[in-house]
């Protein structure tokens, strides 16, 4: 059985579907615990699963690699086989992504390497594309910038903005975590090898 740890900013929809999947028993994985940057109302979903939190805030610490280096240790605690960024909004220090990888994956709703880092969507809205997309990666050490996972083409349609369009390319992303969770677990998808 495949160990997950989940780290969010938000509220946790990834987070939500991924727990949901979790909870049938032949679904190859389990949430060990869920960890946040601040205050997060995902937490309320590894409430109702009764599973564990950790919170390591942010804003508690002098620079970003004393944050990395306390989450790091939260994470040692739990020994997950695969941390699973879901609406994190910090970058990971390199020291603590040097230490986990591969097994640390993100998702990101655009088709990488268009429209890396924190606004993909609105990115490409202003870009004027016909199509933007969701992915799944490998991080490492760069902004979005690790090895593509699995992806998936979302059209943009005329109309939309930048709400419209992420709720559109939010459930193909939780698809999309979803197939690449189990397919870690059950040895079908190798990190080392896409790494």
Same mark, same amino acid.
């Given at each position: 059985?495949?160990? %997950? ?16 999947? =979790? ?9 060990? #615990? ?18 564990? /939190? ?28 695969? #941390? %699973? ?17 591969? *097994? ?25 594309? =016909?199509?933007?997309?969701?992915? #799944? ?5 760069? %902004? ?5 996972? =699995? ?12 709400? /419209? ?6 459930? %193909?992303?939780? *698809?999309?975590?979803?197939? #690449?969770?189990?397919?870690?677990? /059950? ?9």
């Amino acid at each position: 059985m495949l160990t %997950v740890a989940v780290l969010i900013s938000g509220a946790g929809s990834n987070l939500r579907a991924l727990l949901d999947e =979790a909870a049938d028993p032949d679904f190859p994985a389990r949430v060990v #615990v869920v960890g946040a940057d601040r205050e997060a109302d995902g937490f309320a979903h590894a409430e109702e699963y009764s599973i564990p /939190t950790m919170l390591v805030p942010w804003r508690e610490f002098d620079t970003r690699d004393e944050w990395g280096a306390e989450l790091g240790a939260q994470l040692d605690v739990w020994k997950p086989d695969l #941390v %699973v960024l879901s609406g994190l909004m910090r970058l990971l220090p390199p020291a603590l992504v040097d230490a986990w990888s591969p *097994r640390i994956i993100n998702t990101h709703p655009a088709y990488l390497p268009e429209f890396p880092g924190a606004h993909g969507v609105r990115d490409a809205l202003a870009a004027g594309v =016909a199509q933007t997309g969701a992915s #799944v990666i490998i991080v490492d050490n760069g %902004v979005d910038s690790g090895p593509i996972l =699995a992806q998936e083409r979302i059209p943009v349609l005329p109309g939309d903005d930048e709400h /419209t369009l992420h709720e559109r390319i939010k459930p %193909v992303e939780r *698809r999309l975590l979803i197939d #690449v969770v189990r397919r870690i677990a /059950t040895g079908d998808l190798d990190l080392a090898a896409m790494a």
